[in-house]
């Protein structure tokens, strides 16, 4: 019974992913023409090189790699400090500043779209990468939070009393003791970040307009235009541009299940 679950998860789970192959190697009268569960007749590997040289894969690529990385960083530095505060020191509004962080993970993006545009163009920051890197941190930051501090909570305060008996203050101890036991966790909200940021596309639609700083979901309408569309290539540029998440998951999938579950569990 277990095993008939298990398969009928891995096929609806794989399933889209190979149409999604399927797709891209087809004719634009192959997919017009409504079979969508048949093989293409000749693969149409050109599909692929039409994606990447016309829908400037490697620019966006390059853009989308750039606004993951320094939002991950961003959201690492300002979850594990906050997480530290709230998990490890004693003071009153320890418990305020977690519902405050919690409160933040129910906001939706689309109701910040208008104020932060506002925001962004008397700052004079629309239309750059900084314009999408501040609300992702943002908008990530919560969640990143909740899983670390659950963690850091599980770990024992009598580490922490050693240290401060040998001499360390509250960076060091930050820095040598809470950071490396939190590796799980912190790889964890890396792999979350990079999924949510990765295929973002309505905040970035909304604060870049340039050309030059466009991230990979902009690929797509490369290939439409006012008299056709070029679907297979389309379908081409979708594979490239999951490959990079395709391979990240499955090469840590691991450790986003040992972080989610590492401080379920009190030391």
């Known amino acids: 019974m277990v095993l008939a679950i298990l398969s009928i998860l891995f096929v609806t789970q794989i399933y889209p992913l190979l149409w999604l192959l399927i797709y891209s190697l087809k004719s634009n009268e192959e997919i017009l023409s409504g079979s969508f569960f048949s093989l293409p007749a000749v693969p149409q590997w050109n599909n692929f090189r039409d994606a990447i040289q016309s829908g400037n894969y490697f ?33 009153r509004y320890g418990q305020a500043v977690m519902v405050i962080f919690l409160i933040g993970m129910m906001i939706p993006m689309q109701a910040t779209l208008l104020p932060l545009m506002l925001i962004f163009k008397n700052i004079n920051i629309l239309n750059t990468h900084l314009s999408i890197i501040l609300p992702y941190i943002a908008f990530q930051t919560p969640i990143a939070v909740f899983i670390l501090s659950g963690f850091m909570k599980s770990i024992p305060h009598e580490i922490e009393e050693s240290a401060v008996v040998d001499g360390a203050g509250i960076f060091r101890i930050f820095r040598s003791i809470i950071l490396p036991i939190s590796v799980p966790p912190m790889m964890t909200v890396c792999i979350l970040t990079f999924i949510n940021i990765w295929n973002e596309y309505i905040m970035a639609a909304t604060f870049i307009s340039s050309e030059r700083l466009k991230t990979l979901p902009f690929g797509v309408y490369s290939f439409v235009s006012q008299y056709s569309i070029n679907y297979g290539a389309i379908g081409a540029f979708l594979v490239l541009g999951a490959l990079p998440v395709i391979l990240i998951y499955f090469l840590l999938a691991d450790k986003i299940t040992k972080g989610m579950v590492a401080g379920a569990v009190k030391g």
């Open 59 to 91: 620019q966006y690529l390059y853009n989308s790699f750039f606004v993951t990385i320094v939002t991950m960083l961003g959201v690492l530095l300002l979850s594990s400090l906050a997480s530290f505060a709230i998990s490890r020191f004693r003071w």
